[in-house]
């Protein structure tokens, strides 16, 4: 007999990046322009650098490679986006407080969901970042609207029971036969498409009072994907080939500085969320045609993962700007220089004729700083906020509790793949001598 054929959790995430991709490409035609220009940066960088151009990764990854980014209103709907990027081998890693993570805050925390581990990685990178709006944060919300938009949220379903269904089976399986796997893709894009629903006109403008990012996802009764993000290896040659084209980009790219030395972290841009035309209801029930602006373009460069010694030297230094003198003074020029500091994480490869060759591991994560200067870059509004009222305590256990998942520590993880390096050459030169 033929066995049907089978999609591991991997293949589902590549699959459900592509499809998103698509759909996106079709909602929002600056995105495939965007597309355009990376693959044409890509090619040129791989043309004039060689193998150096896929030292963080393989063209093929680079080229497949994408994040999103979601919000959500409530643990109960965190936990069932849980389930479904559990399903392709994303698991949530690391915890982002955006409520002031720059003066200009917005009330949401975050955390992202991604593969973990090297080979799954290698495979295919997807990452979504999610956030969660914090309601009883009484420095944009009085109790009075916490009150009503947690009933709303409550009575909302982002998520219908077959999708959810799917995804357990997927992941108690390791899979999903084709059938399954087809519906699967199909509802879980369908789930991240903007609905054509008109919107409640005064709840809508009530909660963009407060806060365009609470307005956008508690002032509607469904979801949607808000930007998906290619990977270009040389960002700045991008920025410039887009603002040819007629896209004008947010003022700054994002993150470390261009300088001579080795790139770290991300560094980020994006083009401003374009007007959509979108129904209203208004209070006597009419409806309108009004437009939003929610959904964007962004585009991101990787760089080498910094060790917690790193990262604090990173933290200093972006507040002090980030330009070449700043980066000069603050990290070494060479990759030689990071190991030597404990600077960056590196793994060790022995290749066939026994050389050991020390390789820099790809930041996988975000920047909280950079995630708030993205969504800034997005909203029409100030938003109100009482800085003297209290916020609400949130940390990565408190998101771990509302997302029903360990969440994975991004240090962890790429501390773990560095020793996992060191074991398997140690084993290799010592069993393998020739
Ligand atoms: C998420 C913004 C953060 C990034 O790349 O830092 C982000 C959002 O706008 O919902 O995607
Ligand atoms: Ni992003």
Do not use: C
Not at 108 to 117: E, G, L, Q, W, Y
Not at 316 to 327: H, N, S
Not at 343 to 365: I, K, N, Q
Request: hydrophobic share 40%; charged share 25%.
């Amino acid at each position: 007999t033929q066995q049907e054929e089978f999609s591991a959790p991997w293949q589902l995430r590549a699959a459900f990046a592509r499809s998103l991709s698509d759909m996106y490409g079709q909602e929002v035609p600056a995105y495939t322009t965007l597309l355009e220009v990376s693959h044409e940066v890509n090619a040129d960088v791989v043309r004039a650098r060689g193998a150096d151009a896929e030292r963080l990764g393989s063209i093929d990854r680079v080229t497949a490679e994408r994040h999103g980014a979601i919000r959500v209103g409530t643990p109960t709907e965190i936990s069932q986006v849980a389930r479904i990027f559990g399903a392709m081998g994303m698991h949530p890693v690391g915890f982002y407080d955006l409520r002031d993570a720059s003066s200009s805050s917005v009330p949401v925390i975050s955390t992202a969901f991604r593969p973990i581990d090297r080979t799954e990685l290698a495979r295919n990178p997807f990452r979504v970042f999610t956030s969660m709006l914090v309601p009883g944060d009484r420095r944009f919300f009085s109790a009075d609207l916490q009150q009503r938009l947690e009933r709303f949220l409550g009575a909302r379903t982002l998520f219908g029971p077959e999708l959810l269904t799917l995804a357990d089976r997927a992941e108690a399986d390791g899979g999903l036969a084709a059938g399954d796997a087809a519906t699967f893709l199909r509802l879980a894009t369908e789930a991240f498409e903007l609905s054509r629903e008109p919107v409640d006109q005064a709840w809508y403008r009530e909660l963009e009072a407060v806060s365009a990012v609470a307005a956008d996802i508690g002032g509607v009764p469904s979801t949607h994907i808000n930007h998906l993000t290619p990977r270009v290896l040389d960002i700045d040659d991008l920025y410039a080939r887009m603002e040819a084209r007629g896209i004008t980009m947010i003022d700054a790219i994002q993150g470390p500085p261009l300088w001579e030395g080795p790139d770290v972290l991300l560094r980020q841009t994006s083009f401003r969320a374009l007007a959509e035309p979108r129904a209203f209801r208004t209070p006597s029930g009419e409806v309108v045609q009004d437009a939003l602006r929610v959904r964007f373009g962004e585009v991101e460069a990787r760089g080498i993962a910094l060790t917690p010694a790193g990262r604090a030297r990173y933290d200093d230094a972006i507040v002090r700007g980030a330009t070449p003198e700043v980066w000069r003074a603050t990290f070494p020029d060479t990759e030689a220089g990071l190991v030597a500091h404990g600077l960056g994480y590196f793994t060790y490869e022995v290749s066939d004729d026994g050389a050991m060759r020390r390789e820099p591991v790809v930041y996988e994560d975000f920047l909280p700083r950079s995630a708030a200067g993205i969504f800034q870059s997005n909203l029409t509004d100030e938003g109100s906020k009482d800085a003297d009222q209290a916020g609400e305590e949130r940390d990565a256990d408190w998101m771990s509790g509302a997302v029903g998942r360990e969440l994975h520590d991004p240090f962890d993880l790429y501390a773990a793949q560095v020793a996992a390096s060191r074991d398997a050459a140690a084993t290799r030169l010592v069993v393998d001598p020739e």
